[in-house]
């Protein structure tokens, strides 16, 4: 009797063993997260990309059961941001709130660029898309898209258009309506997007563009007008306004954002972060804060996202070689 009862024991130990065996030999991949993870954004706070990776890191944060830290390092058009996390560790710790700016007008933008776009990175997905808006000082005599380029083709380099800086999306978005409508108009850069809004209410200069909901509160406030959105469609949030490619045909430019790890990144932490990204992308109360943010949800797995940005470089490659503009 004493040896069937040792027998039972041994037995009955011998499973737990072995689970716990393979617990041990569980990876880190698959064990991920076990502690904070980090996002960095390259731009400052209280902007659209900040505001993104404060909402989905809330709700990361919340699916993991770990801490989800946003870094804001605004620099350089978001390539200092871009490079710290090319040459982070890759294990899921690190990821960047990628966007058009850092991954394809960098590239044609930066003659010394410490990245690869498609070699120092994983993509994990794209996140959302947005048009800009083109806009007036409210005293501008400016009322429609037409008679802006016709007084920019009656007038070549006397209307001035401001942005955020060399290379922000409202730089180059602006850069290819001059580039398809045939206008030559001077470029006033501004260092970050509220010295940028300020030039178009004191009238510094005759236009800008900027994010769908930084117009609409100007709007509501009667400081500004609203001549046209980058989308190739009307803007829901701007009812009535015209497309730019009503006056200019073809024309269409969408601000993006979607997330990036170093290369080499194990492929399961990739897969889980996408996943994790497309539950939190598609709820319902995501999808509210999203239209309150001007942003339209536009889902891409990995494959199809790298795919997305080698379109991009090629399509806006040409744009800024015809602009000239450089950044050394």
Same mark, same amino acid.
């Given at each position: 009797?004493?040896?069937?009862?040792?027998?039972?024991?041994?037995?009955?130990?011998?499973?737990?063993?072995?689970?716990?065996?393979?617990?041990?030999?569980?990876?880190?991949? /698959?064990?991920?997260?076990?502690?904070?993870?980090?996002?960095?954004?390259?731009?400052?706070?209280?902007?659209?990309?900040?505001?993104?990776?404060?909402? !989905?890191?809330?709700?990361?944060?919340?699916?993991?059961?770990?801490?989800?830290?946003?870094?804001?390092?605004?620099?350089?058009?978001?390539?200092?941001?871009?490079?710290?996390?090319?040459?982070? /560790?890759?294990?899921?710790?690190?990821?960047?709130?990628?966007?058009?700016?850092?991954?394809?007008?960098?590239?044609?933008? =930066?003659? #010394?660029?410490?990245?690869?776009?498609?070699?120092?990175?994983?993509?994990?997905?794209?996140?959302?898309?947005?048009?800009?808006?083109?806009? !007036?000082?409210?005293?501008?005599?400016?009322?429609?898209? #037409?008679?802006? %380029?016709?007084?920019?083709?009656?007038?070549?380099? @006397?209307?001035?258009?401001?942005? /955020?800086? %060399?290379?922000?999306?409202?730089?180059?978005?602006?850069?290819?309506?001059? =580039?398809?409508?045939?206008?030559?108009?001077?470029?006033?850069?501004?260092?970050?997007?509220?010295?940028?809004?300020? $030039?178009?209410?004191?009238?510094?200069?005759? =236009?800008?563009?900027?994010?769908?909901?930084?117009?609409?509160?100007? !709007?509501?406030?009667?400081?500004?007008?609203?001549?046209?959105?980058?989308?190739? #469609?009307?803007?829901?949030?701007?009812? $009535?306004?015209?497309?730019?490619?009503?006056?200019?045909?073809?024309?269409?430019?969408?601000?993006?954002?979607?997330?990036?790890?170093?290369?080499?990144?194990?492929? @399961?932490?990739?897969? #889980?972060?996408?996943?994790?990204?497309?539950?939190?992308?598609?709820?319902?109360?995501? /999808?509210?804060?999203?239209?309150?943010?001007?942003?339209?949800?536009?889902?891409?797995?990995?494959?199809?996202?790298?795919?997305?940005?080698?379109?991009?470089?090629?399509?806006?490659?040409? !744009?800024?070689?015809?602009?000239?503009?450089?950044?050394?």
């Amino acid at each position: 009797m004493m040896i069937e009862n040792i027998t039972c024991k041994r037995l009955f130990v011998w499973p737990v063993a072995l689970v716990l065996a393979f617990a041990a030999m569980a990876s880190p991949a /698959q064990q991920y997260p076990t502690r904070a993870v980090r996002i960095v954004v390259g731009f400052a706070p209280g902007g659209s990309a900040d505001v993104l990776s404060r909402i !989905v890191g809330q709700r990361l944060s919340e699916s993991f059961g770990q801490p989800v830290i946003i870094e804001n390092r605004p620099a350089a058009g978001g390539t200092v941001a871009t490079e710290i996390v090319a040459k982070a /560790q890759p294990d899921g710790y690190t990821l960047l709130l990628g966007s058009v700016g850092t991954m394809v007008f960098a590239p044609a933008l =930066y003659s #010394k660029l410490s990245y690869d776009v498609l070699r120092d990175f994983e993509h994990i997905g794209l996140l959302v898309t947005f048009p800009l808006a083109l806009v !007036v000082p409210a005293s501008s005599p400016t009322t429609s898209l #037409k008679m802006l %380029i016709d007084q920019a083709r009656a007038q070549p380099g @006397t209307l001035r258009y401001g942005s /955020q800086g %060399i290379g922000a999306s409202a730089h180059i978005f602006a850069e290819m309506m001059n =580039y398809m409508a045939r206008i030559k108009v001077v470029h006033v850069p501004y260092k970050g997007g509220a010295p940028a809004l300020t $030039g178009v209410l004191v009238g510094e200069v005759d =236009y800008g563009m900027m994010a769908v909901a930084t117009a609409l509160t100007q !709007v509501g406030s009667g400081k500004i007008r609203v001549l046209g959105v980058t989308s190739a #469609k009307p803007s829901a949030m701007l009812p $009535g306004v015209p497309p730019i490619a009503s006056a200019v045909p073809g024309y269409e430019a969408l601000n993006w954002h979607g997330f990036e790890v170093p290369a080499k990144t194990p492929n @399961t932490i990739v897969t #889980k972060l996408y996943d994790e990204c497309v539950k939190i992308m598609r709820r319902p109360d995501m /999808q509210e804060k999203l239209r309150a943010l001007s942003m339209d949800e536009d889902v891409k797995p990995p494959s199809e996202y790298r795919a997305f940005i080698k379109t991009e470089i090629g399509r806006w490659g040409p !744009v800024i070689k015809a602009s000239a503009a450089r950044v050394e």
